[in-house]
Nanobody, 116 residues
């Protein structure tokens, strides 16, 4: 069973940048989709960015231009570069991996706090 571990969260000032990483314990090339989701206090989990095994990328319109997702199948890692962060970006960020016919995988999450 592949496990996902996020890292890189922390406290950042508004307009700052942060890079999150997701390390997988096994091959990620098998996963059709990998993505980042976030959940703010009192809110539902929402999609932040998603990337297919072929490199197709999706962002919600509200986050386009500030967040950049990437994956490295050779290193079994996925990253999320975030810039121009806002207090409303404060949330726990989760790494996700999806493959048809298999249980969807989630990491334990990493907390991002945007505050002055």
């Amino acid at each position: 069973q592949v496990q996902l571990v996020e890292s890189g969260g922390g406290l950042v000032q508004p307009e700052g940048s942060l890079r999150l990483s997701c390390a997988a314990s096994g091959d990620i090339f098998r996963f059709n989709l990998m993505g980042w989701y976030r959940q703010a206090p009192g809110k539902e989990r929402e999609l932040v960015a998603r990337i297919s095994s072929g490199g197709s990328i999706n962002y919600p319109d509200s986050l386009k231009g500030r967040f950049t997702i990437s994956r490295d199948n050779a290193k079994n890692t996925m990253s999320l570069q975030m810039k121009s962060l806002k207090p409303e970006d404060t949330a726990v960020y989760y790494c996700n991996a999806f493959r048809p016919g298999y249980r969807e995988l989630w990491g334990q999450g990493t907390l991002v706090t945007v505050s002055s």
